[in-house]
Nanobody, 118 residues
């Protein structure tokens, strides 16, 4: 059973930064981040393959978000800068055996809340 545990969410002021972390119980999986704001559908943020290839939703991050991974620690990070209230959402970690991008769907974490206050 694959387990994904997110951490790093919280309350931050406009313009601030947060780094989300997701620890996986397995390696050799693509990993990524999605988010879901209240009343909206879940949307893809960014993903990274086992070899480090990155796919990003530029409409979401607009260059403010960066994803990275530490294969030795089975961890993926999402660095978020210049946060705005529109970034308020529950952020979910995802892992997939083959897909890298919006179609990732094999495993999900429980989510971590990010709230950006103005």
């Amino acid at each position: 059973q694959v387990q994904l545990v997110e951490s790093g969410g919280g309350l931050v002021q406009v313009g601030g930064s947060l780094t989300l972390s997701c620890a996986a119980s397995v390696d050799m999986y693509s990993m990524g981040w999605f988010r879901q704001a209240p009343g909206k559908e879940r949307e893809f943020v960014a993903a990274i393959s086992e070899s480090g290839g990155i796919t990003s939703n530029l409409d979401v991050g607009k260059g403010r978000f960066s994803i990275s991974r530490d294969n030795a620690k089975h961890t993926v990070l999402l660095q978020m800068n210049s946060l705005s209230p529109e970034d308020t959402a529950v952020y979910y970690c995802s892992a997939d055996r083959a897909r890298v991008g919006p179609g990732m769907d094999d495993y999900w974490g429980q989510g971590t809340q990010v709230t950006v206050s103005s």
